[in-house]
C-alpha cells in the first residue's frame, strides 16, 4: 500500500561541528578570509544498508514504467541490429561514449564528438577530450566489474576518471585524506552547499553502501538513485566524484540486469535539468528520497526514448553508407571497417592496424575504398598523421549532445 503523503522518508545525516583555520591561496581578499575560518558542520552519513523503502503509490508505478522503459531500449537495439549483427558491439560502444561526455557535461566539461574521437586515437590537443576519454573508461570499468561492487571496484572506475588530469596521479583510486566540500570558495567550507564526512569515516561508509547495492529486495531505479545519492553525500575522493557516481550507476543497472546489450543515456537525461537534479541531492540529504527517485525515473525515460531515436540514426546512416559501398566486391576489408565508424567515427591507419589486425597495404586499401564510396573524407590534408571521418555519424552525434544543451 502507497503511502498517504508524498514523501520517500530515509534517515538523515547528522552533523558534527568542527573549526576551520583558512589559508590563503594568494586570491582571496582580506575581507574573504576574515570569515573564512571559524565553525563549520561536516556530515555523519546516516545508515542505509538496511533501508527498506516506503514508495507512494504513484511514485511506485513510475518507478515501474520507467524500469520497463528501460528495459524495452536496451532489447530494441539488439532487435533493430540484430543480436548477431558487427553493428551491435559498436553501437554500444558509442552509446556508452556518449553517456560518458553527458555525464561530463553536468561537471561542465563539454567535448564534441570529433574531438572525442581524435582523443581515442591521441590525436587531440583538447584537454576536455582527454579527461572525457577518462570518464569512458571509468564507464567500461563499471561495466567490467559490475559483479563485484566492491571498494576495489569504487577506487578502479575513480582511478581511470581521474589519471588523465594533471596532478591527479597520486589521488587516482585513492579515498581522500582531506575534508572536501561542494561550493564556490576553493579556502574554506564554510557557506558550502554541502560539506562532506570527515576523510576517517570514508570508508566504514562506502562499506554501507556496498552492502545497500548488494541487495536484491528493492526497485532496481530506486536502488540505483538513492545508491548514487548517498554516494555523492559521502564524497569519497578528492575529485571525480560526481562522475565515479554515475558510473556506478550503470554498473548497478548491469549488475541488476535491467540493462544487458547496451548503455543508456541516463547522464543525459539528468543533464536537461541540472538545477533540479542538483536540488535532489539537497532534498536527499535533507530526509526525503523522493526527488532524487523522480529525476533517475525522469532521466530513465528520457534515456530510453532518446537513445532508441539515436540508435536508429545511426543505424540509418550506416545503411546508407552500405548503399554507397555497393559496388565494392564483398571481401574488401573496407566492409569489416565500416560497422567500427559508429564507436570510432574519426581513424586512421594505425587505428585500423592495432584494432583490426590490418597490415599497412590493407589498412590503406579500406581507407582508399571507403574515401571513394563518399563514406569517409580525409580533413587533414596532411601527407603524415592523416585521419578520416565519417561527417554524418559525428553530424548526429553532435546534434544530440546540442540538444540535451538546449533541453
Known sequence: MGLTTGIVPIPRPMYEEHYWHAENDGTATRAKMASASGLYQSTIPASIARWSPLLPGDLAADVEEAAASLAQFDSHASITLGAGSPTLGPMHSILLRTESASSSQIE?????????????????????????????????????????????????????????????????????????????????????????????????????????????????????????????????????????????????????????????????????????????????????????????????????????????????????????????????SAWKVLPVLIAQPVINARFLIERLDMNEVTAQRALGALSEAGVVEERTGKQRNRVWQHSGIIAILDEYGQSLRRG
Open 108 to 332: 561542465n566539461l563539454t567535448v564534441g564528438a570529433r574531438q572525442l574521437a581524435l582523443a581515442e586515437l591521441d590525436q587531440s590537443a583538447s584537454h576536455n577530450a582527454q579527461v572525457v576519454v577518462g570518464n569512458v573508461r571509468a564507464m567500461e570499468a563499471a561495466l567490467a566489474l559490475a559483479d563485484r561492487l566492491d571498494q576495489e571496484a569504487i577506487r578502479t572506475m575513480q582511478a581511470e576518471i581521474v589519471s588523465r588530469q594533471p596532478g591527479m596521479s597520486q589521488h587516482a583510486g585513492q579515498w581522500r585524506d582531506i575534508l572536501v566540500w561542494v561550493g564556490s570558495s576553493s579556502i574554506t567550507p564554510r557557506g558550502a552547499s554541502h560539506i562532506a564526512p570527515q576523510a576517517a569515516l570514508v570508508p566504514e561508509a562506502i562499506n554501507d553502501l556496498i552492502e545497500f547495492m548488494a541487495r536484491d529486495d528493492l526497485p532496481v531505479l530506486v536502488q540505483v538513485a538513492v545508491a548514487h545519492a548517498q554516494f555523492e553525500t559521502i564524497h569519497p575522493f578528492i575529485d571525480g566524484n560526481g562522475r565515479t557516481g554515475r558510473a556506478l550507476v550503470h554498473a548497478l543497472l548491469r549488475a541488476k540486469r535491467l540493462v544487458i546489450s547496451t548503455t543508456p543515456p541516463v547522464s543525459a537525461g539528468l543533464l536537461r535539468a541540472t538545477d533540479r537534479y542538483f536540488d535532489a541531492l539537497t532534498a536527499y540529504r535533507a530526509g526525503d528520497a523522493r526527488p532524487i527517485i523522480e529525476q533517475f525515473t525522469a532521466a530513465s525515460r528520457f534515456a530510453a526514448q532518446s537513445g532508441a531515436k539515436l540508435v536508429d540514426d545511426l543505424a540509418a546512416e550506416v545503411a546508407t553508407s552500405r548503399q554507397k559501398m555497393g559496388h565494392i566486391r564483398p571481401q574488401s
